[in-house]
């Protein structure tokens, strides 16, 4: 099992920014990818970023609305993934969701509340 954990959630003006973290623990394969996906009031739930962990590498993959203006990022040693949200918009207003996908096991944290006032 695994276990995921966002925070950084909050109430933001547009034009701001915040960082959301997620904190995985349990049976955590070297090679996963994780991520985030977002889902706004009445739409479906879509994907925002995520990042695949190889060996010796690792790739990342954007949603075209957030690309330039959002940045994924991982710290290995904490097993926690980062979503540096810059430029914020109010249509960025959404609950986001933390990711894991590894052999045989996706996880999905509980979600964080991101607001975006105009």
């Known amino acids: 099992q695994v276990q995921l954990v966002e925070s950084g959630g909050g109430l933001v003006q547009a034009g701001g920014s915040l960082r959301l973290s997620c904190a995985a623990s349990?049976?955590?394969?070297?090679?996963?990818?994780m991520g985030w996906y977002r889902q706004a009031p009445g739409k479906q739930r879509e994907l925002v970023a995520t990042?695949?962990?190889?060996?010796?590498?690792?790739?990342?993959n954007y949603a075209d609305s957030v690309r330039g203006r959002f940045t994924i990022s991982r710290d290995s040693a904490k097993n926690t993934v980062y979503l540096q949200m810059n430029s914020l918009k109010p249509e960025d207003t959404a609950v986001y969701y933390c990711?894991?996908?590894?052999?045989?096991?996706?996880?999905w944290g509980e979600g964080t509340l991101v607001t975006v006032s105009s």
């Open positions: 990042m695949s962990t190889m060996s010796t590498f690792s790739s990342t």
């Open positions: 990711t894991y996908s590894g052999p045989g096991m996706n996880a």
């Open positions: 349990g049976s955590i394969f070297r090679i996963n990818t």
